[in-house]
């Protein structure tokens, strides 16, 4: 049993999520973080103990994001830019995560969670839900939405970008006929493989699959004045392309992590759009598996590890 120090509460997991980004602290392909590190940033738990000035009381359900902890004082986190904190420090990455039964957190970070929904189908809501949201805001007004890369995070925005009016454009691996169809299953207008043309000229795309050669793929089906915006954390180098792909107005941007601004947001809005969360459980002890089932991509929504 951790001690909680000041601000610090101790967390009983009942669920954590698993990401894409899990897979890359495994893989080394972060140049940062400690080992040995418990993994898992997507944690539901319920506070078991509180230490000195805790935001939180001992029974509270809540969630444990990626950020774990800002400095407060940097230029960027005076400007409200603290998802870019340069001392910021990231659960499962820095400090432990939640593939455990225990989790310490420090409370300041944690994010309330909506009501509606069970500890199960809120973990994905913490990065793939979030991420997705701070990348979906990044991408600015856009009716017609692309999304490159059919997993967690994707199931989850397409909801949200069709419960603001938006038609959603999914773009899977060639051959992927299973993800298409699961794509149309959410509410996409549209899905097919990212190799070959957009149906009709986008105004913003999200690449969420690691894959470098996606970035000049996605500038080509963005219109004039589009944005095409990386969301993950991590991607293979990007191939050169032509200058007359980015001509035009085009934007190519990154989204870095989330600001509790963000989750506030994004839970609020969970809360009032009350998103179809599709997981895949597996016991703790199947961690592993459940890693292996992300890499391949043959889980449809999101794995979710459940202490036994
Ligand atoms: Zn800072
Ligand atoms: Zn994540």
Request: net charge negative; proline share 6%.
């Amino acid at each position: 049993m951790p001690e909680p120090l000041e601000y610090q509460v101790v967390l009983r997991v009942a669920a954590c999520a698993v990401c894409r980004t899990d897979l890359h602290v495994v893989d080394g392909e972060l140049d940062r973080g400690v080992l040995p590190i418990v993994l898992g940033h997507q944690v539901v738990g319920r506070v078991v103990s509180a230490g000195p000035d805790s935001a939180l009381q001992v029974g509270e359900r809540v969630g444990v994001p990626w950020l774990a902890s800002t400095c407060g004082s940097c230029e960027m986190c005076a400007a409200g830019r603290e998802n870019l904190c340069p001392s910021a420090r990231f659960t499962g990455c820095d400090v432990d995560g939640g593939f455990a039964e225990l989790v310490l957190a420090d409370s300041r970070f944690c994010l309330r969670l909506p009501g509606a929904y069970g500890d199960v189908e809120a973990a994905p809501l913490l990065c793939g839900g979030l991420i997705g949201f701070r990348a979906l805001r990044m991408a600015g007004e856009a009716s017609r939405l692309g999304l490159y890369g059919f997993g967690s995070a994707a199931h989850l925005i397409t909801q949200v970008a069709r419960h603001r009016g938006a038609a959603v454009y999914a773009f899977t691996r060639a051959g992927d006929l299973a993800g298409q169809e699961f794509a149309r299953s959410m509410g996409a207008t549209w899905a097919g493989e990212s190799t070959g043309p957009a149906p009709e000229p986008l105004d913003a795309a999200i690449i969420f699959a690691p894959a470098g050669e996606l970035v000049p793929l996605a500038l080509a089906a963005v219109r004039p004045g589009g944005t095409v915006v990386c969301a993950g954390i991590h991607m293979s180098d990007i191939p050169r392309f032509p200058y007359s792909l980015l001509w035009g107005e085009r934007s190519l941007r990154s989204v870095a992590n989330l600001t509790r601004e963000d989750g506030a947001d994004f839970m609020a809005l969970a809360g009032e759009a009350r998103i179809d969360v599709l997981t895949e459980v597996l016991p703790l002890a199947q961690a592993d598996r459940a890693l292996e089932l992300v890499r391949t991509g043959r889980v449809r929504g999101t794995a979710v590890l459940v202490p036994d």
